[in-house]
């Protein structure tokens, strides 16, 4: 059974930084897109930011230059580092790992709350 568990949310003011974590269990990930999505209230969810297993990465426009994704193939986790955090990253991030070609291979994570406040 795949699990996956995040870490690392939680309150920071405008500027400041948060790490989110997820590590996979369950079965081997080699084939595995792993990213981060994100959902704030009243909105739909977003992808945020994806990372293939070869390294590949892809963001969302809005966090270019202040996320950064990575990931260990052998710990299978998954990690978003963010920056210069900003009132409108407020969100429950959510972490995904999905087969690149059978599309029902597809876990989520149960949630973490990111809260960007003064």
């Known amino acids: 059974q795949v699990q996956l568990v995040e870490s690392g949310g939680g309150l920071v003011q405008p500027g400041g930084s948060l790490r989110l974590s997820c590590t996979a269990s369950?079965?081997?990930?080699?084939?595995?897109?792993m990213g981060w999505y994100r959902q704030a209230p009243g909105k739909q969810r977003e992808l945020v930011a994806v990372?293939?297993?070869?390294?590949?990465?892809t963001y969302v426009d809005s966090v270019k230059g202040r996320f950064a994704i990575s990931r260990d193939n052998v710990k299978n986790t998954v990690h978003l580092q963010m920056n210069s955090l900003i009132p409108e990253d407020t969100a429950v991030y959510y972490c995904?790992?999905?087969?690149?070609?059978?599309?029902?291979?597809?876990?989520w994570g149960q949630g973490t709350q990111v809260t960007v406040s003064s």
């Open positions: 990372i293939t297993s070869a390294g590949s990465t």
């Open positions: 369950g079965r081997s990930f080699n084939n595995y897109a």
């Open positions: 995904n790992v999905r087969h690149t070609t059978i599309r029902i291979l597809d876990y």
